[in-house]
């Protein structure tokens, strides 16, 4: 896999840099990515329910000097869903936004 990213602030360094100072001192570079899965079942033709499963990665893609990089931990995944969920509802075409709000606890049931 090959990771291409750049800076926002133009410094020429990749990602986002971390300033260390202390005991170690240097530079690290980080990107984060995150993504969100909406998983869900047709219970009728007008609705859909279902789960969000979520993931935040923040990989360490360089360092000054090269050593800190491989001081950084490693992330493990969990793959359980989130207690987040979704519900879908198909509504007439003139439906508006305030409408749909009036509605919320028929269309919804909450």
């Known amino acids: 896999m090959t990771l291409a990213c750049s800076t926002w602030i133009r ?23 995150q993504w969100v899965e909406a998983v869900g079942v047709a219970v009728s033709t007008s609705r859909i329910e279902g789960a969000l499963a979520f993931d935040v990665e923040q990989p360490t893609l360089a360092s000054d000097p090269p050593l800190i990089k491989d001081m950084t931990g490693k992330q493990r995944v969990n793959p359980t869903a989130c207690a987040s969920g979704f519900v879908m509802v198909k509504v007439d075409a003139t439906s508006t936004c305030d409408t749909v709000k009036a509605q919320a606890t028929t269309l919804f049931g909450k």
């Open 11 to 33: 410094t020429g360094k990749p990602a986002v840099t971390v300033k260390l100072t202390g005991i170690v001192q240097g530079e690290v570079y980080n990107v984060q990515r």
